[in-house]
């Protein structure tokens, strides 16, 4: 016997231009930070490297707009863009939790229209390791190639004086008091060092993401990955978290 598929909208507009400018930025930024990561190996110059962080920078400011808009949006948008129903250990996580738990003894078939509740975790990974990077590429930005929002403090900060900052150019010594310089990369290291390492985190958190909706998909066919283009799951029941 056939069962009738029944049809619910869950991501709004917003949740999905989020989504896919999110997807092409991310892996703009990851192209640009590994050819900056092996930029010695690759023989780059020093016109290169600054080309390069400057286009990484401005990809960064779609990434950073994107992605303060979706937090915004997490207050104000629809039911299921807003962080009670993605953010984990809520009320509304540790009901879904139970009804899980109790499905998994009974056998029941329960599916989830917003995230399943083991997504939420890491749905909640890859916001913070996101933020993460935007704030400190932000004030790398400023520190590297004195680009804004930080740009023309870290000038004044490392001029010689308030005439000189006009001078002052990424990787080049003109203008500079060499002591506020060497203050001023060390306040920087250890935003340098977090933005390398949670590179590599949000690596491994893209990879599990990736491998959990490929699962998802084939366990629960609800229509996952599509529902990222036109908003809507498919379900033979009504779904535990459907109004
Ligand atoms: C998902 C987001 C991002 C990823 C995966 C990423 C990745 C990387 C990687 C791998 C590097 C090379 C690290 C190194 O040389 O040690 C890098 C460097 C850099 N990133 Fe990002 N980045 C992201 C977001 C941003 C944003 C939003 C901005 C600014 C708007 C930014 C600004 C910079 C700058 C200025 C550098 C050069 C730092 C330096 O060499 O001192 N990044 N990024």
């Known amino acids: 016997m056939t069962q009738q598929l029944i049809t619910y909208p869950v991501w709004d507009k917003t949740v999905r231009i989020f989504h896919w400018v999110n997807v092409l930025c ?15 190996a690759l023989g780059v110059t020093t016109d ?4 390069l962080k400057t286009v990484h920078v401005y990809i960064g400011y779609v990434f950073a707009v994107n992605l ?13 863009a807003r962080w009670q129903s993605i953010l984990p250990f809520n009320t509304e996580h540790r009901s879904q939790l139970s009804v899980m738990s109790r499905a998994a003894k009974t056998g029941e078939n329960i599916g989830f229209l917003g995230h399943h509740p083991i997504a939420r975790l890491m749905v909640a990974l890859l916001f913070l390791l996101l933020s993460i ?3 400190t590429g932000l004030i790398l930005a400023g520190t590297d190639v004195y680009m804004p929002p930080f740009g023309n403090t870290i000038k004044a900060w ?3 004086d308030q005439s000189s ?29 977090t933005h390398y390492y949670v590179f590599y985190a949000l690596l491994a958190a ?13 366990r629960e066919r609800n229509g996952l990955v599509s529902a990222m283009f036109t908003g809507k799951k498919v ?7 459907a109004d």
């Open 26 to 40: 991310v892996l703009g930024l990851i192209a640009i930070g590994v050819v900056i990561l092996n930029s010695k």
């Open 48 to 51: 290169g490297k600054i080309l």
């Open 68 to 80: 303060s808009w979706r937090i915004v949006w997490g207050f104000i948008g629809s039911r299921y």
């Open 133 to 135: 990077q935007a704030i």
């Open 158 to 160: 490392v001029a010689v």
């Open 165 to 193: 900052i006009d001078l002052i150019k990424p990787y080049s010594k003109e203008g500079i008091d060499e002591i506020a310089y060497k203050d001023m990369r060390n306040f920087r290291k250890g935003f340098v060092t």
């Open 206 to 218: 893209i990879i599990l993401h990736l491998l959990g909706v490929i699962m998802s998909e084939l």
């Open 235 to 241: 379900f033979t029941n009504k779904p535990f978290d």
